[in-house]
């Protein structure tokens, strides 16, 4: 029995890189079998791809189909390389139909076609065929095809022999399904209820109606959200037609919910696509030299404009040096508004009131405003010894920009999120470049009004 | 049967408040018995409070409990006040032990007291007093006491004897678990393995030694890690003296994964605390006012730095206009580095490898550098048509500013992390002022020595 506990990796991996170099198979086995998969995939992220080859190849069956899934894609996708067609498809029939669908997905085109031709359960191989034909994103990208269902006109006794032969092939019954001749999806069993009730009992009177299901089609944001709010563990798929073609656990949602949210807060920081702190060096450019390149383009746009101003601003230079101030609060407040809003958005929790939303975030900015633009005032006069003149505008400015920034960061990604773009794109960079923009352009436009030129 | 679909609330909502204000009880429960609970709360929170609470009164006392549970904390506060700590106590009475003690636990004080001594399960009423001495987010703080386990001594007979009585009191089975004569944790029973064995089997021949435990101090977060890692629905949770106190499932978990998620993406945009979209105006201020203070404070000090330039910039006041531009790009590599670790240390995904990762980040500062600096350079002298003086004070300012801020952005939330405070601080503003600062100073120091003053 072992707690979690960090792994004293070092010595461990150290121990285990001796054994590889020696090719000592039968000890590498021994030292694996005691060994979790999960805490294997991580061990083999830390060798080099022909040790993690090695160790691979030395694990027993048993463990290697497992360890296959919990790896890095871009691991997984070496070690698939290096296997046969046939020895893919032994270890995807360890695995259930969503897990082995997952895997034939990342390969090749004409890999996938061999590897399926090689599963020697004809039964598996349809179910496999069955669900890569649906978008990753959606419920039936997700769902699995082992589950436990009963025909509504079997009697008591008969579903129970039906269950032990079908729980079999399922590793956690989480609900027994009813269904009709045609498949369709009726309701559920209670277990308790099939324990307690006359053997002879037909199952169309025991089985409970009540229950929630998704659509293939459904989102995986959306069939998460749904777990989320009715605590469900397990939710049954319906085609188009209302059959029971499969279903979601909890786990496969755990990971959509936790992706979900990394890809916002990604976003925000101005990264796209989901990279991860260990993808590689070309992958993470792309994912951000975009953002920085639109970034400086904002900020071309936001010198053309200042330099409008060029002849004022020699006469008036101390203006200038308020600049970076006031356009980094207008970002900060944007910002804020926004992540807020995309949250709510995410987690459904946003009310559909958008008069109501801006209206918060005026009056907050409002609040804010004040207690900033006075010490800002205060600030200038004292610290810096400026006129009244500039002290004014510099307080003027800071309300008015806060009030914009709110407005913008409040509305956009709202917006976006009516146009069905993601609204988390509305963060980040992308609000902070046009708060700059808009910063200056109310910063100098004041200035011009206060102090006149 | 339902399938999840946005309600249509608004007509659903008016319905209901023509009821409430003509006091229908009766059509009011019989609207909402066909109405999830889940849902139910959510329309409560559409209400005002007053109508709020005459359809919690109204509900039946089955849903009552779990619609309370539902609840945003605001209008649970409410609701609860509004309640004698008798009803509270019956309210309890239908829920689990982890779900009353957390509502206990948002009591006041003295009616904390009065509400248990009003709970008349006093078994119920112990595990409750054991669960809140329990920090809330660890795994003391998470678990419930139901779960079913059983003496390693009896036989496989007397199990099922046992599981029969238990079962009643445990809403999922995930897992028996064997203890000894001192309630110690052995093992877990395979479900299948007591069906296929004899009947005088004994349970120490039989349990599965190998599984995962969590101990009542075990942080939140790491239990989500690990149950994640390793895929389990239920973790046991033991005592110091390993006794096993209780179990935590998985729908609890993705709570604490969902939160810790939205955590680190509003301090990344600068908000403290766990605020929502519909959290009154002071609690949103309380969460944002410090944050802009400090963006405030650390404009004062850029502001200051720059300054010092005056007398020179009043000479080269173009370089001033390039300030925002500078400054704002070392805040989006600042923030993207420092949210790619942490991300990496919240997920665990992060190597312990400081100077391999900030090799890598300031190669890849490195490579958008070079592309953002040519594109600076141009820029500048054929946009603005600048002297390549000033163009290549700005190419060289803002390659080493990248430099600079990535160093920052990787940096200051490892080392935060290793002094245990929360990484996620490091990003937003606080990077973001930060490296504005250091981007003043590293941009007129280059321009001092490149074009001299």
């Known amino acids: 029995m072992y707690q979690t506990e960090k792994l004293s990796n070092k010595d461990f991996i150290t121990e285990l890189r001796i054994l590889i170099n020696s090719q000592d198979e039968a000890s590498i086995r021994l030292l694996m079998e005691e060994t979790h998969f999960a805490d294997i995939a991580e061990i083999m992220e830390e060798l080099t791809t022909q040790e993690a080859i090695y160790l691979f190849d030395a694990l027993d069956p048993d463990q290697s189909s497992e360890v296959l899934l919990e790896l890095d894609e871009d691991l997984r996708e070496k070690i698939l390389h290096h296997l046969t067609p046939k020895e893919i498809a032994e270890e995807l029939d360890e695995l259930s139909s969503d897990d082995a669908a997952d895997i034939i997905s990342e390969l090749p085109f004409a890999k996938k076609q061999e590897v399926i031709n090689e599963i020697e359960d004809a039964e598996f191989a349809k179910d496999i065929v069955d669900l890569l034909r649906y978008d990753e994103d959606t419920a039936g990208g997700l769902m699995a095809k082992e589950l436990i269902k009963v025909n509504q006109n079997l009697t008591v006794f008969a579903c129970v022999r039906e269950l032990r032969r079908q729980a079999q092939n399922v590793d956690k019954v989480h609900a027994i399904y009813v269904v009709d001749d045609q498949d369709k999806l009726l309701g559920r069993l209670a277990l308790s209820d099939l324990l307690t009730t ?103 746009i936001a010198v053309s404009i200042s330099r409008t101003y060029e002849d004022a601003m020699e006469q008036h230079v101390k203006l200038l040096f308020f600049v970076p101030l006031i356009v980094a609060m207008a970002g900060n407040v944007g910002v804020q508004s926004s992540a807020i809003i995309v949250q709510g958005i995410a987690n459904g929790t946003l009310s559909d009131n958008t008069w109501g939303r801006l209206l918060k975030e005026l009056s907050l900015s409002f609040l804010n405003g004040i207690i900033l633009s006075a010490i800002l005032f205060f600030g200038a006069r004292l610290v810096f010894g400026d006129t009244s003149l500039i002290a004014t505008t510099l307080a003027i400015s800071l309300m008015a920009v806060m009030m914009f920034a709110s407005l913008i960061g409040t509305l956009v990604p709202i917006m976006l999120n009516k146009f069905d773009i993601d609204p988390a794109l509305a963060t980040g960079p992308f609000i902070t470049t046009s708060n700059d923009i808009l910063g200056i352009i109310i910063y100098f436009n004041i200035a011009r009004l206060i102090i006149g030129f």
Chains 1, 2 share one sequence.
């Open 198 to 300: 006359s053997l002879r009992t037909p199952i169309k009177d025991l089985y409970l109606g009540d229950m929630q299901y998704v659509h293939v089609d459904t989102e995986d944001i959306e069939v998460g959200h749904m777990m989320q709010k009715y605590d469900l563990e397990a939710v049954p798929v319906v085609d188009d037609l209302g059959r029971l073609v499969g279903r979601i656990t909890i786990d496969d949602i755990v990971d959509v919910i936790r992706e979900e949210a990394d890809k916002d807060y990604q976003l925000a920081a101005g990264i796209t696509g989901d990279v991860e702190a260990d993808d590689g060096l070309l992958e993470m450019t792309k994912a951000r030299l975009p953002w920085l390149v639109t970034a400086l383009i904002g900020g071309f």
